[in-house]
């Protein structure tokens, strides 16, 4: 028997003879690992043969989940390649720390960089020819492969994250001297942070923190002990011990962590035993919800994103753009009112189903600021399903948009706006019969005079008379009279006050080409809602015209501020002009406009809209703080309409409601007065200021 331990104990020393032999071979070829570090003298005694330490190493990119938030500070959305959210090590649960160091590194804080034993044993379990060189690893090392893996990724490198994990005594090798190195410059503390934040554990959680809620709800501060022991012991192979899909492998390796934690005294056996029995439910893990369509508003979302990626200040190319979205950690704080935003889904969805053959939309804007308070459509949900769409109806093609929607009298207001800036009073007095021939009147376009054709003979759906007045016209919506003021203020006065304002053609064509239209103070072109919505947010903000924008701040995961899509406000009218639209407008609610006025006294302004043929019905309107556009319109790729002339007069619609093709009735009472009885609840009942009697008599 003492021959035989003799002949086992040479056997022994003489592989670890060659072990070390092939160590020091290996090390003596240029790879340089310091006898301090392997003998746990400590990382900050080793020689400077390892300084030549990559950067971002000791700082890496760990990519972090950015959030979207309303203006509650409710969630819109989550945008991330990897579900993290850095946490430093004093709002890490000290269990979770002992977990985590006792499963995969008990001695971290004893030993150096590297673990002699560990590594001993590792390498004697491997093959001598220079294969495999797997376990034994440090919590240090394990950082460092996990730095590369994720550089590589980052990167798109393929070929980085094959070589960061490839087997080989080489690779092994450089991964010690740079975990050397990374303890020479930061503490087990900062390292073990690091290591608890960029780990990865399963189903898509990375970092502990996001692992904490997704698993059990909670934070990385309030984890029990059966619950890190579960995500410490995830960590080796998150794959083969996913909670979700392998629940009894992740019941099992917990076990393996306790026992660990419980034989090292880090628990007595009772604590480990008692963890050991509380129950595992995968039904409990939270959703994970990346983008826009598991958002409760996925529009308003899409829309955010396009906009943000749409940002050359973010990057030079889209994928850059996208990338600082995904990666970032950054918290996007929007104006978005979700309150009123419900309201205005609801409001829609009482009146339009999703599969009529009809859109509808609502938007609000904030004047002065062209902040973006809410975005509705008839259509809420993302999908190619029955009633379901990828359009965001509601704004331009370059951002999700598809067809535009026919102003119809909305385009008064710009009409007026034009007559009062050309010196044009609001006494000014035309006969608006009920019907009257324009066929070979001339009118000046931007390119000259143009004859209308013959056989132009439009009608008012509302009031007539003789000796009509520029205030009754407005509040009735007197269309013989808007065109006769069409006529001799110059339609291209009127394109040009249309194209400062805002106001957006769908094709994106030039208003000036517009300009040759007869009808255009009726609105017969199609525009796009959002933008009609800036523009008569341009007259509540005494003519001072703001881009929409629905990005209110952007702060990076330091808490430093980041460029965000400006508004880029400014006047395009003149303060007196805007004043004597704004009185106009505030007749058109005593007429009109009345069945959409929510009678709450806020001082409101508006107008409706509806085209000759009755295919689109508008209500436009605002208070000095808010301003919005509630429209309904023919869908006309929808295959109703093949059969059907394309009126919303007398449409039924599924859910019971008859469309009567009026502005204030359809759009103004339904959807408009709820949606902005909501939005200005809180808000204080400023008054508009009046223009000079002297603008209103035509002075300039």
């Known amino acids: 028997m003492t021959r035989t331990r003799r002949a086992v104990g040479m056997v022994w020393a003489g592989v670890v003879f060659v072990v070390l032999s092939a160590v020091t071979g290996l090390l003596a070829a240029g790879l340089v690992v310091p006898a301090a570090a ?63 160091v006792a499963i995969e590194d008990h001695r971290f804080y004893e030993h150096g960089a590297l673990d ?15 294969e495999a060189t797997q376990g034994g690893s440090s919590i240090t090392q394990q950082y460092v492969k996990m730095v590369q893996v994720e550089k590589a990724r980052v990167a798109g490198d393929e070929e980085g994250i094959r070589a960061a994990q490839e087997r080989s005594y080489a690779r092994k090798i450089q991964e010690m001297r740079y975990a050397i190195g990374l303890e020479k410059r930061l503490s087990k503390d900062e390292i073990l942070e690091r290591y608890l934040n960029l780990a990865y554990y399963g189903d898509g959680a990375y970092g502990v923190n996001q692992a904490a809620w997704h698993y059990f709800g909670t934070t990385a501060a309030d984890l029990d002990l059966a619950e890190a022991a579960m995500l410490a012991g995830l960590v080796q192979n998150p794959t083969a011990t996913d909670p979700v899909r392998f629940p009894e492998r992740a019941v099992e390796r917990r076990g393996v962590v306790l026992d660990r934690m419980a034989d090292l005294g880090l628990v007595s056996r009772q604590a480990a035993d008692e963890a050991r029995q509380q129950p595992w439910d995968p039904d409990q893990v939270r959703p994970q919800r990346n983008g826009c369509v598991e958002s409760e508003f996925p529009f308003l979302c899409d829309y955010v994103r396009r906009t943000l990626v749409a940002d050359a200040s973010w990057g030079g190319t889209v994928a850059e753009r996208e990338a600082v979205l995904q990666r970032g950690g950054l918290t996007i704080r929007t104006r978005i009112d979700p ?30 600021t062209g902040l973006i308070r809410a975005m509705a459509q008839s259509r809420p949900e993302m999908g ?15 951002l999700g ?55 132009y003979r439009p009608k008012n759906s ?41 106001v957006e053609l769908s094709d994106g064509t030039p208003w000036a080409e517009q300009s040759s239209i007869f009808s255009l103070p009726l609105g017969p072109v199609d525009i796009t809602p959002l933008s009609l919505t800036e523009a008569y947010a341009t007259f509540a903000a005494d003519g001072v015209h703001c881009e929409p924008v629905v990005v209110a701040s952007v702060t990076d995961r330091e808490g430093r501020q980041l460029p965000v899509p400006e508004a880029g406000c400014e006047r395009v009218v003149g303060k007196e002009v805007a004043r004597g639209v704004n009185q106009l407008l505030r007749g058109v609610m005593d007429a009109t406009g009345r069945p959409a006025d929510p009678g709450d006294g806020h001082p409101l302004a508006g107008k409706t809209g509806a085209t000759d043929d009755s295919n689109a019905t508008w209500f436009c309107g605002y208070s000095p703080e808010v301003a919005g556009c509630a429209s309904i319109a023919v869908d006309k790729t929808h295959p109703y309409w093949d059969d059907h002339r394309r009126s919303l007069t007398g449409l039924s619609l599924e859910g019971g409601r008859v469309l009567t093709g009026d502005g204030g009735g359809d759009a103004g009472r339904h959807l408009w007065r709820p949606v902005m009885g909501e939005a200005l609840e809180d808000e204080p009942r400023t008054r508009f200021t009046p223009p000079s009697s002297r603008r209103l008599g035509g002075g300039r």
């Open 38 to 100: 392997l003998a746990g003298v400590g990382g900050r005694a080793a020689a400077t043969g390892v300084d030549l330490l990559p950067a971002d190493l000791e700082t890496p990119p760990q990519p972090e989940r950015s959030r979207v938030l309303m203006a509650d500070g409710s969630v819109l959305a989550d945008f991330y390649d990897q579900d993290r959210v850095y946490v430093e090590l004093d709002d890490i649960a000290p269990v979770m720390q002992q977990a985590q």
């Open 401 to 455: 948009g598809a067809e535009g929607f026919q102003a119809g009298s909305t385009f008064k207001t710009f009409v007026a706006a034009a007559a009062l800036e050309q010196g044009i009073s609001v006494s000014r007095r035309y006969d608006a019969p009920a019907r009257r021939d324009f066929s070979g009147t001339r009118f000046r376009s931007c390119d000259g005079p143009v004859t209308v054709p013959d056989g």
């Open 462 to 502: 509302t009031r007539s008379g003789d000796d009509m007045t520029l205030r009754t016209a407005t509040a009735w919506s007197v269309n013989t009279y808007y065109l006769q003021l069409g006529r001799d203020t110059g339609m291209c006065h009127v394109t040009d006050m249309l194209e400062r304002t805002g």
């Open 116 to 130: 002699l034993t560990g590594t001993l044993r590792a390498l004697l379990q491997n093959t001598a020819g220079g």
């Open 339 to 368: 309150g009123t935003q419900r309201v205005a889904e609801e409001a829609i969805a009482d009146l339009v189903s999703p599969t009529d053959p009809v859109i509808s939309t609502m938007t609000l804007v904030e004047p002065g």
């Open 384 to 398: 190619d399903g029955r009633g379901e769409t990828y359009y965001n109806y509601a704004v331009p093609a370059r």
